[in-house]
């Protein structure tokens, strides 16, 4: 990474937040249900499918974490009155789970209980390693009352072998992810090179095991792996699929789709895109030089990002 790059990446949450809004805006779908809708609904017109994501996570309050999962259970009714091929990821940090584990569990359970009514499903997706125990236990806990929830394991985790032994075990639906968050050493693996081989190995376990495979990532050579494995499994096409997120690598997006696999875009909308978007641009360094183009022009579109 260039100097310049590690520096922007530094000072990200010094930047204005206007300026983070302007620059995350290809990763976000807007702020309202109808704008998150219109994008599921022309994404399913180019034979891809979707998860929503309701921004928010680290919630204080029951209170909120009730809003949330009702906001949730909205978002179910309304993809299916619009017959959209969707389904929704949910952070249990924003149900509550630093708050109270039972209540949390039963916030989820709730949205669960919706999509079997309407004939969906629920990713419960994975945060930092201060969640990762508590939100095994609730997946593991609510897939004994529900087929209909899947949850997502981080290659980067030196734990995940473990993990994905229980999950393989269990035949459960799992998204595959390299993993977004800043972890020590001690937990996880810093190696991009020992991720990438983290990722093919519990992927071939997953595979191998009979579990359906969300497989995200945009990494053009995990992709290719995973079709090997695939191939070399002589799996048919509806027993995986592939994740990206929404404004990432359209082009490697379109290419999966005309190949014929199924291909999910990740769709995260809301009020709250503030966290999600640092994340995201902090992924992607290349930003870092349109971000002090704009910050000394003082104004702007970027022209790509
Ligand atoms: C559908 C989906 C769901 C996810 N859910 C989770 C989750 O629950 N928990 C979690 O910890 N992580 C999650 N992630 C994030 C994931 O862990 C990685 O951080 C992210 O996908 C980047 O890893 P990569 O495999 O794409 O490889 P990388 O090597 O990081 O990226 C491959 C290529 O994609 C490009 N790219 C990646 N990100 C961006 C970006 N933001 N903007 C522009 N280009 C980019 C890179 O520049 C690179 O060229 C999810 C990812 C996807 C696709």
């Known amino acids: 990474m260039a100097l310049l790059e590690k520096l922007v990446v530094r000072l990200l949450p010094a930047v204005p937040k206007s300026v983070v809004r302007r620059f995350s805006r290809p990763y976000i779908a807007g702020e309202r249900i109808e704008d998150a809708l219109s994008v599921v609904r022309s994404l399913n017109g180019a034979g891809a499918l979707a998860t929503l994501d309701i921004l928010g996570e680290d919630v204080t309050s029951r209170e909120l974490a009730t809003a949330s999962a009702e906001a949730y259970r909205e978002v179910l009714k309304r993809i299916a009155a619009e017959r959209l091929d969707s389904n929704v990821s949910v952070k249990l940090s924003q149900m509550g789970l630093k708050v109270d584990r039972a209540f949390c569990r039963d916030r989820v359970a709730s949205i669960c209980e919706t999509a079997r009514d309407t004939g ?9 390693s201060s969640c990762t125990e508590a939100t095994l236990a609730i997946y ?90 695939v191939r070399k499994l002589g799996l048919s096409r509806d027993r995986y699929e ?61 022209s790509t990002i």
Request: aromatic share 8%; glycine share 6%; with cysteine.
């Open 120 to 128: 969906n499903f629920v990713r419960i997706d994975m945060e930092d």
């Open 140 to 229: 593991h806990d609510l897939r004994a009352s529900f087929a209909n929830v899947g949850c997502v394991i981080q290659a980067y985790l030196r734990r995940s072998a473990d993990d994905v032994a229980r999950l393989a075990a269990a035949k459960a639906n799992v998204r595959l992810c390299k993993g977004i968050y800043v972890e020590p050493r001690a937990i996880a693996f810093k190696d991009r090179e020992i991720v990438r081989r983290s990722y093919v190995t519990l992927l071939e376990t997953l595979l191998g095991s009979g579990c359906y495979v969300g497989i995200a990532t945009h990494d053009e050579r995990l992709a290719f792996e995973a079709l090997n494995l």
């Open 242 to 302: 592939f994740q990206m997120l929404l404004g990432v690598d359209t082009q490697l997006r379109d290419i999966l789709v005309r190949e014929g696999h199924r291909l999910r875009v990740y769709i995260p909308y809301g009020s709250h895109w503030y966290p999600y978007s640092l994340r995201r641009l902090k992924e992607n360094p290349a930003i870092a030089g349109h971000i002090v183009r704009s910050l000394v022009a003082g104004s702007g579109e970027p």
